[in-house]
């Protein structure tokens, strides 16, 4: 019996060593090395690999920014990327293995830092994810701890792993992980916590100015539909298998002595991931293409839900007929939750999910948390904004300060319509309250704009020219005109270039707000303070930008380096979309067999792209993306100010007011 249990036991090793996916075939927590393994496995296909070089390559043809991007100007100078370059690089480059490939691509198109221009591919992207027991917290924008409430968070999210990190810590540190909170951190992996912060700013994307993607690095809160949400960070979670341990020099909170600390990541499987038992069934069932990877002629019969796009949204958004601008990453949305301790203590005067509002302790200050511009329905997300502001007017506030971290955007008009609505009718606001747009040109969409009768009868294609308006008039596009043309030609960072005419209002309020904005002002647009951690994106940047640079609104980075420059928001754009709606517009048109149409994508991803560029107010005559736009207050967090979002409206409203 010995003998036949020796044999079986080294056929599983010897399967497992063939198949590494095989030990982590239905298994809930692992380790990176693992889960490395198994991706590792995997060989380059090279008829894949050129379908995804060619789709990206195609699809960023509808991107208005590739020149821009080549190199941005300061303040935002360490964005370059020659994606043309990199991309003719990797086609003909040898890859140990198919995720060597991925993070390649990926990160080559992450170096845009807009988070609006993303490869995401769900085969690695998140389908096991990298989790620490310790987020970090910037204090005194200087200092890097672990949060206070680390353990809190730890025990209600990973009860069912803790042990096994308390296990792993229980030699060098005397109370465990609880006895870590507060923890001052004076090295990460023997070098200073910056090395760390600055390494993952470099691969991070999403956004232009460094401030912003070092504050990912740290933990933060986000509303959500449902609750207050805690976010990590990039130190505590990871999107790939990355690291398998961090050793950390720490100096406990009371403590004068410093000791190190080994703490290991562990990878849990994505609530995403379908379920697989070894390497082949790990990649039919998360790595090719799905119902909808690729897009569709709108009038087929055809199910156009979109749920590979909206894991990666980071502002889901439910209803395609208005336009949205929404940041795309490959980490989820958390469902992480902010400790109980850490919520507001005050009880909200109204809400409707992602969007809440309180009044503060001194009765004249109102505060609307805002996690996401697109809620659970556009109509009521629309009214629950005016009622909620309505409902702070009635209780006395005459001041705002709108909280809007973490918030990555979503529909423009609810946008637009919040900025009215709080400054009322004025000639910042109608006819509308955004930025003027143009798109970039691309030949093989030109026959949508000669006949869109024909091809678009329902008028729901974004190269309808009766979906837009003029810039001078305000008038609608008739369906004989060609927007496209002539084309406004221009050379970026030496290259040409070439964009639409300008486009007026994207929202024009008889067909965009259901509900009827006031008359009148509710607040002055010079006593609202907009905060954030910067990490404020698209159609929350459309708003935040045109609140501080035309109604003098004071902006608020909650927590950033000293020494940085802050900015208040970022990844501005004018209108996002992705390789879906590029492909379903192609194929309505019939153009699916044109040399410039991407490919269906035979792999399980979602490309983004900054379809419309918004144009900027101080200098309309270029891009609003590279503008400054710095913060007017960068506030110092302490370890009990950090993640405490009533205890931040308290302080904002003292510094500001």
């Given at each position: 019996m010995l003998s036949v249990a020796w044999a079986l036991t080294a056929l599983i090793a010897a399967v497992a060593a063939q198949d590494p996916c095989t030990e982590i075939g239905g298994q809930k927590w692992v380790t990176p090395a693992q889960v490395r393994a198994c991706y590792s496995s995997f060989a380059v296909n090279e008829s894949e690999k050129s379908n995804i070089i060619e789709v990206v390559n195609k699809t960023l043809a509808f991107h208005t920014s590739p020149n821009y991007e080549l190199q941005a100007p300061p303040p935002y100078a360490d964005t370059h990327e020659d994606i043309a370059f990199d991309l003719a690089r990797i086609s003909l480059q040898d890859y140990d293995s198919d995720y060597d490939l991925h993070i390649d691509v990926s990160r080559?198109?992450?170096?845009?830092?807009?988070g609006h221009c993303v490869w995401i591919n769900s085969c690695y992207d998140s389908a096991f994810i990298n989790y620490l027991p310790t987020p970090l917290v910037l204090v005194n924008g200087e200092e890097v701890h672990?949060?206070?409430?680390?353990?809190?968070?730890?025990?209600?999210?990973?009860?069912?792993?803790?042990?096994?990190?308390?296990?792993?810590?229980?030699?060098?540190?005397?109370?465990?992980?609880?006895?870590?909170?507060?923890?001052?951190?004076?090295?990460?992996?023997?070098?200073?916590?910056?090395?760390?912060?600055?390494?993952?700013?470099?691969?991070?994307?999403?956004?232009?100015?460094?401030?912003?993607?070092?504050?990912?690095?740290?933990?933060?809160?986000?509303?959500?539909?449902?609750?207050?949400?805690?976010?990590?960070?990039?130190?505590?979670?990871?999107?790939?298998?990355?690291?398998?341990?961090?050793?950390?020099?720490?100096?406990?909170?009371g403590a004068t002595e410093t000791q190190t600390v080994v703490i290991p990541y562990f990878s849990r499987i994505g609530a995403?991931?379908?379920?697989?038992?070894?390497?082949?069934?790990?990649?039919?069932?998360?790595?090719?293409?799905?119902?909808?990877?690729?897009?569709?002629?709108?009038?087929?019969?055809?199910?156009?839900?979109?749920?590979?796009?909206?894991?990666?949204?980071?502002?889901?958004?439910?209803?395609?007929?208005?336009?949205?601008?929404?940041l795309l990453d490959s980490s989820p949305l958390t469902d992480v939750v902010l400790?109980?301790?850490?919520?507001?203590?005050?009880?909200?005067?109204?809400?409707?999910?992602?969007?809440?509002?309180?009044?503060?302790?001194?009765?004249?200050?109102?505060?609307?948390?805002?996690?996401?511009?697109?809620?659970?329905?556009?109509n009521d997300m629309m009214q629950g904004l005016l009622d909620g502001l309505v409902a702070l007017k009635s209780s006395g506030a005459q001041r705002l300060i709108v909280?809007?971290?973490?918030?990555g955007g979503g529909y423009i008009?609810?946008?637009?319509?919040?900025?009215?609505?709080?400054?009322?009718?004025?000639?910042?606001?109608?006819?509308?309250?955004?930025?003027?747009?143009?798109?970039?040109i691309q030949h093989i969409v030109q026959n949508i704009v000669d006949a869109p009768d024909t091809i678009d009868p329902s008028n729901i294609m974004l190269y309808n020219p009766v979906n837009w308006y003029d810039v001078d008039t305000n008038a609608q596009f008739g369906l004989d005109?060609?927007?496209?043309?002539?084309?406004?030609?221009?050379?970026?960072?030496?290259?040409?270039?070439?964009?639409?005419?300008?486009?007026?209002?994207?929202?024009?309020?008889?067909?965009?707000?259901?509900?009827?904005?006031?008359?009148?002002?509710?607040?002055?647009?010079?006593?609202?303070?907009?905060?954030?951690?910067?990490?404020?994106?698209?159609?929350?940047?459309?708003?935040?930008?045109?609140?501080?640079?035309?109604e003098g609104s004071t902006t608020?980075?909650?927590?950033?380096?000293?020494?940085?420059?802050?900015?208040?928001?970022?990844?501005?754009?004018g209108q996002s979309t992705d390789f879906w709606t590029i492909d379903s517009e192609i194929k309505t048109a019939g153009l699916k067999e044109d040399a410039a149409a991407p490919p269906d994508l035979v792999v399980n991803g979602v490309q983004g792209i900054t379809w419309r560029l918004g144009y900027g107010i101080d200098d309309p005559t270029e891009p609003e993306e590279w503008q400054d736009r710095p913060a007017d207050i960068n506030l110092p967090l302490t370890l009990d100010l950090a993640n405490n979002p009533g205890a931040i409206w308290d302080a904002v409203a003292k510094l500001v007011f």
């Open positions: 080559s198109v992450k170096r845009f830092n807009d672990i949060a206070l409430e680390a353990y809190d968070v730890a025990s209600a999210e990973f009860a069912d792993q803790l042990s096994a990190w308390e296990e792993a810590i229980s030699s060098s540190v005397e109370g465990g992980l609880k006895a870590l909170n507060g923890a001052k951190v004076l090295q990460v992996n023997g070098a200073d916590p910056f090395d760390a912060v600055n390494a993952n700013a470099l691969i991070a994307g999403s956004y232009q100015a460094l401030g912003t993607r070092q504050n990912g690095f740290f933990s933060s809160y986000q509303r959500s539909t449902s609750t207050w949400n805690y976010l990590l960070g990039n130190f505590a979670q990871q999107s790939l298998p990355l690291a398998d341990s961090v050793e950390l020099l720490v100096q406990l909170e995403s991931t379908v379920s697989f038992t070894d390497g082949a069934s790990f990649r039919a069932g998360n790595c090719v293409a799905v119902n909808d990877t690729n897009g569709a002629n709108y009038y087929d019969q055809v199910d156009t839900s979109r749920s590979s796009m909206a894991k990666t949204q980071q502002a889901p958004v439910t209803e395609r007929a208005y336009p949205v601008n929404v400790p109980p301790a850490r919520n507001p203590p005050q009880e909200p005067v109204s809400g409707f999910g992602v969007g809440e509002f309180y009044m503060l302790a001194d009765n004249t200050t109102g505060v609307l948390a805002l996690g996401s511009f697109s809620g659970a329905d556009y909280d809007v971290t973490n918030n008009c609810v946008a637009h319509f919040l900025h009215r609505i709080i400054v009322g009718p004025k000639s910042t606001t109608v006819p509308q309250a955004g930025l003027n747009t143009t798109a970039a005109v060609n927007w496209l043309e002539p084309p406004v030609e221009k050379v970026v960072n030496g290259r040409p270039d070439a964009f639409s005419q300008t486009l007026g209002t994207d929202c024009p309020p008889e067909l965009s707000f259901p509900t009827a904005a006031p008359d009148s002002a509710l607040f002055d647009g010079a006593q609202v303070a907009i905060v954030s951690n910067g990490r404020c994106a698209s159609s929350c940047s459309l708003f935040s930008i045109t609140m501080a640079k035309l608020v980075v909650v927590g950033g380096k000293s020494d940085v420059d802050q900015k208040y928001c970022g990844t501005v754009g």
